[in-house]
């Protein structure tokens, strides 16, 4: 499975979690916030991977030439 799936499987645990105490609702929040700034790395990760391939694809064409 893709990296989104396992991330979206945790936030869904995340969100049907009820927290007894203020403090573990401070946990859960931060960890909400963590699978963000997760997220938003993981989206750079694969948009750098897009376009490493796509320069990897143009010298391959160009060493063929």
Known sequence: ?????Y???I???LENIMPRSK???RRIEMAKESLKQVRRQ???L?????ILE????ILE???ES
């Open 42 to 44: 993981t989206r750079r």
């Open 7 to 9: 991330l979206d499987s």
């Open 54 to 57: 796509e320069q990897v694809t």
């Open 23 to 25: 403090k573990d609702a």
């Open 46 to 50: 694969q948009e750098r991977v897009s």
């Open 11 to 13: 936030s869904e645990v």
């Open 1 to 5: 499975p893709a990296t989104s799936s």
């Open 61 to 63: 064409e160009n060493k």
